[in-house]
């Protein structure tokens, strides 16, 4: 089955301890898309401005990703621009730059409206709830947001839980929006307000998925190095989704199993600038890796090979 | 088999955002001791000061704790104050008072020199040194460390890691020994100066075990409510070292299962203060939680009940 995301198709310039790169693709859409491509079809609504390097895009559109929803529009693209200290762990936004994103509202084709997947990536929580409007009901939509909405559109926020059948957001997001230091707390906070999956990434650390009646965890995997964290978390979102998707299975034991392809497509997107590594990455690679998840965690029955 | 600790014994002081306690059983000796006597049987090497109140100490005799090695001195004993903030992720020492501490020599009792299992706690690395000129060369020698003594005592340090098979520290200590960011390539520095094996402690976010062919992950036990840290990193070594000597098998399967004993002998002790829930916690609830950490994890086999 396939993936509808909506979200951001932007210009990053990045910084890392180990170079720099400037106006390469990025936005959460991007990311997204790049990951849950290797595991299923996707589609992608968004917007970008007249100045937008399309071709760039064409190895996207190469892997399947169908951009007939991606909008353009007078004006300039959206631009993040951000640095990485040396521990990695978060980034410093230096400069963003808005563009034909900010006056955005979303439009959803007519042939996409019936998508039984849907990724809510991180924008304005108004554009998320409008979404929902022009969707048929869905097998699963999920959201992700941020510290900004939080705080500018917390009742938008708060409302939009209503709706979704599963959350995604980092440790520091969730306790920003439950006020509870505890992530156990914080997502039980979130589930007695509707989704019934909550996903907490904790970024190198690993991430956690939530349902009223287990935990699951799922450990970053332990990269020797890491080069770029940008889009981290939606290639973690892409590998998620794009594996339910493709096996159209919602069961808790094939959510554990996506759980682990999102940590596993979130290891291959750090490796290198932009979507770089994503774009070059093999499904043999991908099958590798989740070999070498799950004897990374591995105890009590006779290890695997 | 039996483990023999080298460590100290001590009276912290906490506060915790839940309360506070003063003057209440502390020590890495009394933490790990504490842990691994639910597993096997541990004999502690250590000092306090005259003014030691030693029928706290009975709850681990009545545990089978061997105190024989446990030196008495004229003078105060080793006494720590600290406290915790929201986070819970890092004590503020507020005070340290070493006591006969500063003056400890470490005098193995002839009976216990040729303990199987040896733990050199944090410690002193001179001391550490010498610990290791008395006993006979047993089945395994695990150590730790702090940031202290890595500061000011680096060639000890240094000249420790060839004499032991492994060595547990913490992350941010791992990364001031080896001056590496990548937690990887910190374990690959320490594992070229000697240790087999290296367990790299990250509190919350867990614990890796690294050799030289693999990398284990072992999640810290998600809690509702973490009451007071204090002790957790020696509480895992005790469930770690006390498997491993129960046990006396140091294959890569039982190691790992090793880790997850740790794991969950920290969890245990970060319920209350001191050593207050691991003189309480029974057999039936660490096999309970054995298993939940099995479930925690477990993917692409049939989940277990």
Redesign the interface.
């Known amino acids: 089955m396939s993936v509808l995301v909506v979200g951001s198709v932007a210009l990053d310039s990045v910084e890392t301890p180990f170079g720099k790169a400037d106006d390469v693709l990025g936005g959460s859409a991007t990311f997204f898309s790049a990951s849950a491509s290797h595991l299923t079809k996707v589609s992608v609504v968004g917007v970008i401005g007249s100045d937008y390097p399309v071709a760039k895009l064409d190895p996207l559109k190469k892997r399947g990703v169908d951009f007939s929803g991606l909008e353009r529009a007078e004006g300039t693209s959206f631009r993040w621009r951000g640095r990485y200290r040396?521990?990695?762990n978060s980034a410093e936004t230096l400069e963003t730059h808005l563009g034909v994103f900010s006056h955005f509202s979303p439009k959803i084709p007519d042939k996409l409206r019936s998508s039984p997947y849907l990724f809510l990536a991180n924008i304005d929580p108004r554009l998320q709830l409008d979404v929902l409007q022009q969707v048929k009901k869905p097998k699963l939509v999920a959201c992700d947001t941020m510290n900004f909405w939080i705080q500018s559109r917390r009742a938008d926020v708060l409302a939009l839980l209503e709706h979704v059948d599963l959350v995604t957001l980092n440790d520091s997001e969730a306790r920003q929006l439950t006020e509870k230091?505890?992530?156990?707390?914080a997502a039980q906070w979130i589930m007695a307000r509707g989704p019934r999956h909550v996903i907490i990434k904790?970024g190198e650390?690993?991430a956690?998925m939530f349902t009223e009646k287990?935990?699951?965890?799922?450990?970053a995997f332990?990269?020797?190095?890491?080069f770029d964290p940008t889009g981290a978390g939606d290639a973690f979102a892409g590998g998620f989704i794009g594996y339910l998707a493709a096996t159209g299975d919602l069961s808790?034991?094939n959510m554990?199993?996506a759980?682990?392809y999102g940590s596993v497509m979130g290891s291959f997107a750090v490796e290198k600038f932009s979507i770089e590594r994503l774009m070059t990455v093999t499904r043999a690679e991908i099958d590798q890796r989740m070999r070498d998840m799950?004897?990374?965690?591995?105890?009590?029955?006779?290890?695997p090979a």
Chains 1, 2 share one sequence.
């Open positions: 040396h521990d990695l230091v505890n992530l156990v707390q904790k650390h690993g956690f287990s935990i699951f965890f799922a450990p332990p990269l020797e190095s890491v808790e034991a554990r199993r759980v682990i799950r004897r990374l965690v591995a105890f009590e029955e006779e290890l």
